[in-house]
């Protein structure tokens, strides 16, 4: 029995990422901006990885919530 070769290959979907990565950094980047019109540009680079980390953070656990949901009711 063959198994089921992945529909993407892994360097597509780290491409993938770093796009949605580079997009989501934009973002941040025009909001910081606007928030503070004044700062050093370096000032953000310093609190980037940190927002990210963040992100990251709120995501898996709005994921973690989503599939408790979902399992609710369930004997697993």
Do not use: C, Q
Not at 14 to 24: E, G, K, Q, V
Not at 40 to 55: G, M, Q, V
């Amino acid at each position: 029995m063959k198994k089921p070769s992945p529909s993407r290959k892994v360097s597509e979907l780290i491409t993938l990422i770093d796009s949605m990565i580079a997009y989501w950094k934009a973002i941040a980047e025009r909001n910081y901006k606007n928030a503070h019109p004044f700062s050093d540009s370096d000032e953000f680079e310093r609190r980037w990885p940190r927002t990210l980390d963040n992100f990251f953070l709120a995501e898996t656990v709005r994921t973690a919530n989503s599939l408790r949901r979902l399992s609710e009711g369930r004997e697993n």
